[in-house]
């Protein structure tokens, strides 16, 4: 089992920044992705950025070049820089790990979510 907690959300004007932060604690296998997905309200979750073990990123095209993903193994954190926010960037920010076993058998765990509302 893996427990997450997220920090970080807020109300931010356009333009502004934030730093999402989640921490990880309990089992996380040696291979493994940590990850911000976001859900607005009636539309689906979205992939954000994710971030591999050996320190692999992606993210979505909606973000890129404004987000920056990273982690401290250490600590077995993940982070989210978030800046020129815009309106469009707010949603609920969910944390997830998922582990992947020696049979590539994944399993995911995620968040309680933190809010991130960017006003025009």
């Known amino acids: 089992q893996v427990q997450l907690v997220e920090s970080g959300g807020g109300l931010v004007q356009a333009g502004e920044s934030l730093r999402l932060s989640c921490a990880a604690s309990?089992?996380?296998?040696?291979?493994?992705?940590m990850g911000w997905y976001r859900q607005a309200p009636g539309k689906q979750r979205e992939l954000v950025a994710v971030i591999t073990s050996i320190g692999s990123t992606n993210y979505a095209d909606s973000v890129l070049g404004r987000f920056t993903i990273s982690r401290d193994n250490a600590e077995n954190t993940v982070y989210l820089q978030m800046n020129s926010l815009k309106p469009e960037d707010t949603a609920v920010y969910l944390c997830?790990?998922?582990?992947?076993?020696?049979?590539?058998?994944?399993?995911?765990?995620w968040g309680q979510g933190t809010q991130v509302t960017v006003s025009s």
């Open positions: 309990g089992t996380i296998f040696v291979k493994n992705e």
């Open positions: 997830n790990v998922r582990n992947t076993d020696w049979r590539r058998r994944n399993y995911d765990y």
